[in-house]
């Protein structure tokens, strides 16, 4: 093992000697991708993708199913438009021209939006940078921070 805190700049040069002379680099080979088939945004957040193409299924833990609260349902479709935009978004860096992903994309931002504006209305700011308080007293300290158990919801794809 080479020890590198106590090496010279001579032995760095005989570890380089170690290579052949030409070295054959990797070259990447990613293919174009096709989108013909969409999940829905609660699919695509339990599928790890909104393209069908790329879904590769893994086992899922199996559990019980509890009954959503109305704050939870709101919090997770926000969730799941949240990643169908960062997706579709990553989609689009290499596909520009995409006319119809670049609708889905708009109307999945308005719909967060929407989605965001909802929640925030009836249970409090989400972030403390959307966290403006229209009245005298901080409202952002009442809420569940987002590193509280209380503030997230409990997501169970494919469970029964």
Request: glycine content about 4%; charged content about 20%; hydrophobic content about 35%.
């Amino acid at each position: 093992m080479i020890d590198f805190m106590h090496t010279t700049s001579d032995h760095i040069h005989s570890i380089y000697d170690m290579f052949p002379e030409t070295v054959e680099y990797a070259n990447a080979y990613v293919p174009f991708q096709v989108t013909a088939h969409l999940f829905n945004q609660e699919q695509a957040l339990c599928n790890g993708t909104v393209f069908r193409e790329l879904h590769q299924p893994c086992p899922t833990i199996k559990g019980g199913r509890a009954r959503m609260s109305d704050r939870d349902t709101l919090l997770k479709n926000l969730t799941e438009l949240d990643f169908m935009a960062t997706d579709i978004g990553l989609y689009l860096n290499t596909h520009p021209t995409d006319v119809e992903m670049i609708e889905k994309y708009n109307q999945t931002i308005i719909d967060a939006h929407e989605a965001r504006v909802a929640f925030e209305a009836q249970f409090g700011p989400l972030t403390l940078s959307r966290s403006a308080s229209h009245t005298e007293w901080f409202d952002w300290i009442d809420t569940p921070w987002p590193w509280m158990k209380e503030a997230n919801y409990r997501h169970s794809c494919g469970e029964k």
